[in-house]
């Protein structure tokens, strides 16, 4: 196994400073260079935003091995590491799939693993699949800058909230009744289209999603005076109300509006589910589904993109045409989004989330006070963190060729160590792992992809 010293990406909407778990993990696991710990700790003291943790070997944070050295002096990328032993990716099969001998000579892993502390909305967005990314990156490059799809997993680490997916549309149609200024907005013609669809066509059907999607295009074209006007009516109208506790969808579309004044974003609210997980809890955002991150810290898992359709919660370029165009308008219950985990193997401590895609998956092992489990070889790469208490990892087998490919490239790899919170290692193909928790427990998470 490998360390791994990751990059951190600072965002407006990020934590601040010690409140981030982004912070918390790299100052309980500094970088080799003491300029970057120096750095780190001095940035978490002024309260810098600390929004993303980079795992991986994208361009924009590309991880480094912890204590290696190049012939520049720096330390060695792992996307060096793995273009010289493309085998340690699990690259040679001859396979099409996403670890291929083409991607990992290259040095690319087929997915990015991230950690994010949020503290204020992100973007109402969605990720356009394979042939719509293909056909946006060819048209506007600048804009959309690869040509590959991003489907992405949250897994909470604390109490997480996020807007996902389109409510049933009995509940839309219940919230324009009881939100007023939404149908006054969208107009009587959509809304009355919307209602007779709840009363009779239903959810997912074709009619359903032809008067959903002619409710948020609608929202989404409106007179900008027109909007902003009721919008601060219905802002105004909840702040004169009782106090509403914090978690309800009122205090939301408030907490909102004070985030990003006057924006049409703030409707979405009303009309996509209001999600909220608790720590282990999971949700799988596929192609062409409006989501967006609210507030809480999560571990993300995304193929290796960087295209995001937005048209609300944003001062970012909105593309609201192509969003409205993009959706499946898809309805369906908040509960209805979350992933469920299974178990993994033999190892009882821990819990797979396998969406329905092949760039990556997910482990989860939380370990008690002197717990000790071994995870079956995974035959392509994975990046483990620990995010949670302490313990050791020690390779149990297959690491044969990864010591030779290691020595070819100069820098050693561990075959046993300490496990500390915030350690981030890169496991290559093959490899056997045990996980032993200290005192404290032990919670890791995993991410792979099977060549």
């Not at 690319?108 to 503290?119: A, G, N």
């Not at 324009?176 to 009363?199: C, I, M, N, Y």
């Amino acid at each position: 196994m490998f360390r791994l010293d990751c990059v951190a990406q600072s965002y407006d909407w990020g934590k601040a400073g010690r409140d981030s778990k982004v912070a918390e993990l790299l100052l309980a696991a500094p970088p080799a260079a003491a300029d970057r710990r120096d750095a780190v700790a001095a940035a978490a003291a002024a309260a810098k935003p600390f929004a993303e943790l980079w795992m991986g070997t994208h361009v924009s944070g590309a991880s480094e091995l912890h204590g290696s050295s190049s012939s520049g002096g720096a330390q060695l990328l792992l996307s060096e590491l793995l273009r010289g032993a493309p085998a340690l990716a699990g690259a040679g099969g001859g396979g099409a799939g996403p670890v291929t001998s083409a991607a990992a000579t290259a040095g690319e892993l087929p997915f990015l693993f991230k950690v994010l502390s949020i503290r204020k909305a992100l973007s109402i967005q969605a990720h356009p699949d394979k042939a719509l990314a293909a056909r946006l990156h060819a048209e506007r490059p600048g804009v959309y800058k690869d040509g590959n799809h991003k489907p992405e997993m949250a897994l909470a680490l604390t109490p997480f909230e996020a807007l996902i997916g389109f409510r049933p549309l009995r509940e839309i149609h219940a919230h324009l009744t009881r939100f007023p200024e939404l149908a006054a907005v969208v107009g009587s013609e959509t809304t009355q289209k919307l209602a007779d669809a709840a009363g009779s066509a239903g959810d997912n059907t074709p009619a359903g999603r032809a008067a959903l999607q002619a409710l948020f295009g609608a929202l989404m074209g409106a007179d900008e005076a027109a909007m902003r006007a009721q919008l601060a009516t219905l802002v105004g109208r909840l702040r004169a109300q009782a106090s509403s506790p914090v978690g309800t969808l009122e205090e939301l579309v408030v907490r909102l509006d004070s985030q990003f004044p006057a924006d049409v974003g703030t409707f979405c609210a009303l009309l996509l589910n209001y999600v909220k997980m608790e720590p282990g809890q999971a949700v799988f955002l596929a192609a062409n589904e409006p989501h967006a991150y609210l507030s809480g810290d999560c571990v993300e898992c995304m193929a290796t993109s960087d295209n995001v359709v937005r048209s609300g919660l944003t001062p970012k370029y909105k593309d609201v045409a192509t969003l409205v165009s993009m959706l499946t308008y898809r309805s369906g219950t908040a509960s209805s989004q979350l992933l469920s985990g299974e178990p993994f193997g033999a190892a009882p401590h821990t819990t797979l989330y396998d969406p329905p895609i092949d760039e990556f998956a997910v482990l989860r092992t939380a370990l008690p006070a002197g717990a000790r489990e071994a995870q079956r070889a995974v035959h392509g790469p994975s990046i483990a963190l620990v995010t949670g208490g302490g313990g050791r990892f020690a390779v149990l087998g297959g690491d044969v060729a990864v010591q030779s490919a290691a020595a070819a490239a100069g820098v050693q790899a561990a075959r046993a160590g300490d496990a500390g919170l915030g350690c981030v290692f890169f496991v290559p193909a093959g490899v056997e792992v045990e996980f032993e928790a200290g005192p404290s427990g032990l919670t890791v998470f995993r991410a792979y992809c099977e060549a």
